[in-house]
Nanobody, 120 residues
Framework: VQLQASGGCLVQAGGSLRLSCAAS????????MGWYRQAPGKERDLVAV???????NYGDSVKGRFTISGDNFKNMAYLQMNDLEPEDTAVYYC???????????????WGQGTLVTVSS
């Protein structure tokens, strides 16, 4: 299973950006889709995650500004980011829990990351 994240770029503070993540390979079911980010010199933190049953959790710093969504038919996840702040500058990674067959437990897969830079 491979994940491909895209959509990162340079944007001004207050602007909006939409990230996408596409999964490919042998996929029976995606049980959760998530976005994480890592700023220079910092640990990787949760941005948002959506699980089976549409349970959604957001990191405290993005609540009210970012929206995660997923398309289980296309095996894609999206992250709509509004009112961006310089503190949102980071490499954004997508991560899916994927069942590759009905009899297998979900495994975690990561995308390669896409850079979001927010200028002040």
């Amino acid at each position: 299973v491979q994940l491909q994240a895209s959509g990162g770029c340079l944007v001004q503070a207050g602007g909006s950006l939409r990230l996408s993540c596409a999964a490919s390979g042998t996929i029976f079911r995606v049980t959760s889709m998530g976005w994480y980010r890592q700023a220079p010199g910092k640990e990787r933190d949760l941005v948002a995650v959506i699980s089976s049953g549409d349970s959604i959790n957001y990191g405290d710093s993005v609540k009210g500004r970012f929206t995660i969504s997923g398309d289980n038919f296309k095996n894609m996840a999206y992250l709509q980011m509004n009112d961006l702040e310089p503190e949102d500058t980071a490499v954004y990674y997508c991560s899916f829990h994927v069942k590759r067959a009905v009899y297998l437990e979900p495994e975690v897969y990561w995308g390669q990351g896409t850079l979001v830079t927010v200028s002040s």
